[in-house]
């Protein structure tokens, strides 16, 4: 009875090793895809940018001849319970913002010459 108890024990405690890796692995995943996106999008028409991403959110001059065209992603803002675990065990609330920008440099011609992304929620 211990050994089948003991079993049980480290099945379970494998199945929450792995889900602990692929959830740490779908939360850095969101940047790898999106730079591996925009990588692939290099030296195409901007149709194609616009094809994936649909509807650029506005787009500038990129001081030579070009343009830039940039989607922004507002997802939200996450709040999370930070506790002190010190004498007055207070709890005080963080907040984070989530967004995405990315950001597609075309030359005069309508190709793609650079990309650049920054944020926490890139898809």
């Given amino acids: 009875m211990e050994k089948k108890t003991t079993n049980i024990i480290l099945q379970i405690l494998l199945i929450g090793i792995f889900a602990f ?21 290099l030296g195409k028409p901007i149709a194609a ?11 500038s001059d990129d001081g030579q001849g070009g343009k830039i065209y940039t989607w922004e992603n507002n997802a939200g803002t996450t709040a999370k319970e930070k506790t002190d675990r010190g004498w007055g065990n ?28 920054e944020g926490n929620h890139c898809e």
Avoid at 91 to 97: A, L, R
Avoid at 103 to 116: A, L
């Fill in 90 to 117: 207070n709890s005080k609330w963080e907040t984070s913002s989530n967004y995405c920008k990315k950001y597609i440099y075309v030359n005069s011609g309508g190709t793609i010459y650079y990309w650049r992304w």
């Fill in 21 to 41: 890796i692929a959830l740490g692995s779908a939360t850095s995943y969101n940047g790898y895809q999106t730079k591996s996106q925009l990588e692939n999008l």
């Fill in 49 to 59: 940018a616009l094809q994936q991403f649909g509807p650029q959110s506005y787009v």
